[in-house]
């Protein structure tokens, strides 16, 4: 009688999986890890009998059930096996785990395994290859073999682009329907422009708020559509906004330093809006790594005597860099090293790079997805803004870029008073005096929420009460993006600042929707008293250069 193709590999499986001889151990030894020949030998049994509790319901006909949404779709359900492939891929994963937290190492090399094991484990998928996906089989009956020609015409673009597509990135252009919200550009210099944006009250608060968003990505995740724009909330708001637009780096920036971002970038920032305000105070503001630098900035001139700042909120931002979660995978004092070695002193980090580093935290959902789709089946994807600005990456300058590695990532030397010197000031950002809002996202895989908290204890460290901290639901992006008008997800509060992140969950208080009304009352609290608002942009001496967004945020890295 012939074999079933399932007992062949039932035969060699587990040898494949657990034996002296399989890769995965081989892979094991190589990072220098080990494990308890007891332990293998329970995992082994253990996998053993659910691998025969599956043969059995197969010579049964009893289909397998699972729930993950990679194979929701009825075609995997119904299909015996391809039900069975399912059934066995959740299999070997759900043991490849337990295989890899039975490894003794130490919890670095223990992340840096699991990381590349789950790496693996969602490339293996069967619905990442057109010989065990059923959907973009029947795909191709249906279209007459057209879905398969179109998904390779889609492939072979984005090998031209260097980078799978996302979005319908022909359905989108910055400042015709992304960055949007009306502004002048009033200043420039190397590293960035000045945005001021056109009032949309009669009145505004005195106090102008200055908004650093992230180097490392573009300006307008926080001005997308005017629905979802933080930067019009604002301006609603009846605050005078200014906003940061980062250059791209190209070669004539590849001398740039961290000590240049703050000096020539923050600092300028900051010293232009009071000269445009005539105000010696702002509403300082700084969104992930912009964060980063705002607070850097402050620190810097807090050391040379000035405060500037009535307030400061971080959205999502690493101070103290204890804890980096996933990211902590790529930072070691080898690969800081090679860095160092080959831009430190003068290069570029490739936007390539970066992109490809965020898409490997979120693989399922930014790289395995969008072959499904767009290759196997031949679907052009769907215009997302979102997903349009998430592929519109920026370089970075390598002497500024490795500094921040070894000095935050690695060193984690920051948040240490006075062990740093940046533009030639002592760093102590317990000196920097302003109420700091801060903002963290449940469920961050960039900056985990206890990080962002660690910063509620690090500023104002002898007036803690000045500081407030509020957590939401969703990730670094989702969790921050969620307009007050939208009324979804949710939030929690707590007005105390305990020594630890959990302490402050314990005692916090869930409340529905977002959480931008309770930035906005802040920012009101330390926005000053009401004035007429300001007729034109700029002033005397910073007259109008170009309309927002301006030409820097539209230099492409690609």
């Known amino acids: 009688m012939k074999q079933n193709p399932m007992q062949d590999w039932i035969k060699q499986d587990p040898q494949n999986l657990f034996g002296a001889d399989s890769s995965m151990l081989k892979t094991l030894k190589d990072f220098g890890a080990e494990i308890d020949p007891a332990v293998l030998s329970r995992l082994q049994s253990e996998y053993l009998v659910e691998l025969g ?69 969602d490339a293996m998928s069967p619905a990442n290859f057109l010989a065990t996906n059923p959907e973009a089989q029947a795909k191709v009956i249906e279209t007459g073999g057209e879905s398969l020609r179109q ?11 260097g980078r799978i597509s996302l979005t319908d ?16 550009v009033v200043f420039e210099n190397r590293l960035f422009q000045l945005i001021q944006y056109k009032p949309l009250t009669k009145t505004v608060h005195q106090t102008p708020l200055l908004m650093v968003p992230p180097c490392i990505n573009k300006f307008y995740i926080l001005d997308l559509q005017p629905e979802n724009s933080l930067v019009r909330y604002a301006v609603e708001q009846g605050h005078t906004v200014f906003l940061v637009s980062w250059a791209n780096p190209d070669q004539s920036m590849t001398d740039v330093s961290w000590d240049d971002y703050i000096e020539q970038g923050a600092i ?67 690969q800081v090293s090679m860095r160092e070695q ?71 030397s920051l948040r240490v008073p006075g062990k740093l010197k940046v533009a030639g ?21 960039i900056v985990p929420w206890q990080a962002a908290y660690a910063s509620a204890t690090l500023l104002n460290p002898k007036k803690k009460s000045r500081n407030r901290f509020i957590l939401g639901a969703s990730g670094h992006i ?28 314990d005692d916090a208080t869930e409340c529905p929707g977002s959480w931008w009304p309770e930035w906005a009352e802040f920012l009101s609290n330390h926005g000053g008293k009401m004035v007429k608002a300001p007729i034109k942009a700029g002033a005397v001496g910073y007259s109008e250069i170009e309309s927002a967004p301006g030409r820097y945020v539209k230099v492409r890295a690609d």
């Open 169 to 184: 990135e022909a359905a989108f252009e910055v400042g015709r329907n992304v960055a949007t919200t009306e502004g002048t």
């Open 268 to 334: 300028t920032a900051i010293e232009t809006v009071q000269a445009i305000t005539k105000q010696s105070k702002i509403n300082a503001f700084g969104f992930c790594v912009g964060g980063t630098i705002v607070s850097t900035a402050l620190a810097v001139l807090a050391d040379r005597g000035i405060h500037p700042a009535a307030s400061l909120t971080l959205l999502t931002t690493l101070l103290d860099f204890s804890n980096t979660g996933v990211l902590d995978v790529f930072v070691d004092e080898l």
């Open 478 to 505: 989702a969790g921050v993006i969620n307009p007050a008008s939208k009324n979804k997800r949710n939030y929690w509060v707590n007005d105390k600042i305990p020594a630890e992140a959990q302490a402050w969950f």
């Open 53 to 121: 509790n599956l043969w059995k319901d197969f010579l049964s006909s009893k289909l397998p059930e699972f729930d993950d949404r990679r194979f929701s779709a009825s075609d995997w359900h119904k299909q015996t096996m391809h039900a069975y492939n399912v059934a066995i891929y959740l299999l070997n994963a759900r043991f490849l785990g337990l295989l890899t937290e039975a490894v003794q190492a130490p919890e670095k090399k223990k992340q840096k395994i699991r990381f590349a094991v789950q790496q693996m484990v």
């Open 425 to 445: 000031s002592a760093v102590d950002l317990g000196k920097i005096d302003a109420p700091v809002f801060i903002y963290g996202s449940r469920e961050d895989h």
């Open 342 to 412: 080959t831009i430190g002193q003068g290069g570029l980090l490739p936007a390539r790079d970066l992109a490809s580093t965020f898409s490997s935290l979120r693989p399922n959902d930014l790289v395995w997805n969008y072959v499904q789709s767009n290759y196997l089946k031949g679907q052009k994807p769907p215009a997302f803004d979102l997903l349009y600005w998430n592929s519109d990456s920026t370089n970075l300058p390598g002497p500024m870029f490795c500094w921040y590695l070894r000095n935050t990532y690695l060193e984690n």
């Open 151 to 161: 998904g390779m015409s889609l492939m072979l673009e984005d090998i031209q682009k």
